[in-house]
């Protein structure tokens, strides 16, 4: 059987090369998108035949669109595409300034949304289409303000997509983490014992008492790919051990 082809952006660390990892080894071929891809050559050795990494700013249409049209070329259509480029920028309102406002919205929400437009020419038939959101879009987000409204614009893209689209046969859901164990956290610039403190204390008020790996994450994205979720489209699948739930 021909192989299914996911592509995915912002799939070269963290959550997004748990997916890829986890679809490759579930028998997918998998393009990453990703502005940074050094830390990639080990993922690429894995199975060379069967990875495609292509080096890109996903707030540029066209560095979207000819890593749509490579990876086409390549292996044929798409099956999967996972829009999970991000940046989480902590900043109190009046530390916000135009540059890092547009920042956000160009990759968060701007960048989010071509992902999607630019691979509707290639997708397969009953494609899965999936958007990643956070559990910050539907709570106060304090010093997150600006990354929960661009999740919050995610979560609604996905209602208009699934709509639009299911008559396709498409399907789009989005995806919405808590707090993940991954290297960004280390990029926030919290000390390491304010860290400590923010981790210990969101695991105290999550019901299960930790926060996520980033394969329980992957594992979630797999599941909405799959056959398994075939009548499941709007919704979103929020993985974060209860935390915004109860």
């Known amino acids: ?40 050559e080990e993922f690429r050795n894995k199975a060379p035949s069967d990875i495609f990494i292509f080096s890109g700013d ?16 390549l292996w044929g259509g798409i099956d999967t595409v996972i829009a999970n480029a991000g940046i989480a920028l ?10 890092t ?11 989010v949304f071509f992902t999607v437009q630019k691979s509707l020419t290639y997708l397969n038939k009953n494609a899965s289409i999936i958007l990643m959101s956070s559990i910050q879009a539907q709570r106060g987000a304090g010093i997150w303000s600006v990354y929960g409204a661009t999740k919050a614009a995610v979560r609604s893209l996905v209602r208009s997509f699934a709509q639009e689209l299911g008559i396709s046969g498409i399907r ?23 860290l400590k ?3 210990e204390q969101v ?19 797999l599941f909405l790919a799959s056959n398994n979720a075939s009548f499941i489209t709007g919704a979103d699948l ?3 051990g209860g935390l915004a739930q109860i």
């Open 101 to 111: 406002f547009d920042k956000s919205i160009n990759i968060n929400f701007k960048g």
């Open 203 to 221: 695991s105290n008020n999550t019901p299960l008492g930790r926060i996520a790996t980033p394969l329980e994450i992957a594992k979630s994205a």
């Open 238 to 240: 929020q993985v974060d």
């Open 172 to 194: 789009v859901n989005a995806l919405s983490p808590g707090v993940t164990d991954t290297p960004i956290l280390e990029k926030f610039g919290f000390e390491d014992a304010d």
């Open 1 to 40: 059987m021909k192989k299914r082809v996911i592509a995915i952006t912002g799939g070269n660390s963290g959550i997004g090369l748990a997916i890829s990892e986890l679809f490759l080894e579930n028998g997918y071929k998998v393009a990453v998108f990703a502005q940074s891809i050094e830390r990639l």
């Open 90 to 99: 902590p900043e109190c309102i009046s530390d916000v300034t135009e540059e």
């Open 197 to 199: 403190n923010i981790l």
């Open 58 to 73: 996903v707030s540029s249409i066209s560095d979207v669109e000819n890593f749509y049209k490579e990876c086409n070329e």
